[in-house]
């Protein structure tokens, strides 16, 4: 059975209704806010604006990870998040996700106020495991074939739900063989990492699947391409999409949806959690 709560740092998270993780990009790139809050000042505003609407998690992140995104060195990252880490954990009472695939980052991000370390590479960078083991700092685990600049060239799976369950339970064990407990760990299959409309639209079919190796399911598809293609409209034009997404996901049991538009996804999910079934 999947665990009811989780611990990060001083803070807890209850999993008895889903949790909304609010995205707070500090990055010039992002493919939907990119540069909007890469001023402290801005950043901090947004992110009690977020905590106003329901957010429980704010996510932050200093390096884009769409398609074909630049890669950023270990210096800039840092300037770019512990700052507002320290600054969020100062001033406002959230749960700080730190997304990043950075050892160092990870590191300091802790040290920082973070209480939760979100890595779309689930750990498998030099010194990451290591690192975010021991922070003593839950994980979040996100599957992606290949890496951000050419993921999306023509990604191919036997058995999409399949190998995605096999890699994210493969990479848990690794980190309880690290020194982590298994209650400290999340897993995200990634949607739009690696994969094409129909891998995407098949593992969200199965996210019930993927609850049964037994950890709380993050889902990240706000605004993403994959509803663009669906519904044929622009990033700015996904709302709806990404509502009707969120819904799916809290119906199905996921633990964390991760999303631009907060207070709109958490009017959604409380209807959907108290029609629930």
């Known amino acids: 059975m999947v665990q009811q709560s989780l611990q990060c740092a001083q803070r807890t998270l209850d999993f008895a209704s889903p949790v909304v993780m609010g995205i707070l990009n500090v990055t010039p790139d992002s493919f939907s806010d990119g540069g909007l809050y890469s001023q402290l000042d801005s950043a901090l505003r947004q992110a009690e604006k977020m905590l106003q609407e329901g957010a429980e998690i704010i996510d932050i992140g200093g390096e884009s990870t769409r398609p074909g995104a630049q890669a950023v060195n270990e210096s800039e990252e840092l300037e770019r998040v512990i700052p507002i880490i ?18 160092l980052v990870m590191t300091e991000a802790a040290a920082a106020g973070a209480g939760l370390i979100n890595d779309v590479m689930a750990l498998r960078a030099d010194g990451a495991l ?62 739009g990492f690696g994969k094409t409309l129909l891998h995407n639209i098949s ?56 999303v ?15 029609l629930k079934l």
């Open 260 to 274: 631009h538009d907060v207070a709109e996804t958490v009017d959604a999910v409380k209807v959907a959690n108290a």
């Open 130 to 191: 290591d690192a975010a083991s021991q922070t003593g700092l839950p994980v979040c685990l996100m599957h992606m074939q290949g890496e951000p600049r050419s993921m999306q060239m023509e990604p191919l799976y036997d058995n999409v739900v399949t190998e995605v369950s096999a890699f994210l339970n493969a990479q848990a064990e690794k980190c309880i063989a690290a020194g982590m407990n298994k209650n400290q760990i999340i897993i995200d299959p990634g949607f």
């Open 86 to 103: 320290e600054k969020i954990n100062q001033e406002l009472d959230v749960v700080v996700s730190i997304d990043t695939s950075k050892a």
């Open 203 to 258: 593992l969200f079919k199965n996210l019930k699947q993927l609850q049964k190796l037994g950890y709380p399911v993050l889902v990240g598809a706000s605004r993403k391409s994959m509803l663009g293609q669906i519904i044929d409209k622009d990033v700015d034009e996904r709302l709806a999409a990404s509502l009707a997404l969120a819904t799916m996901a809290a119906i199905n049991g996921v633990a964390i949806i991760r």
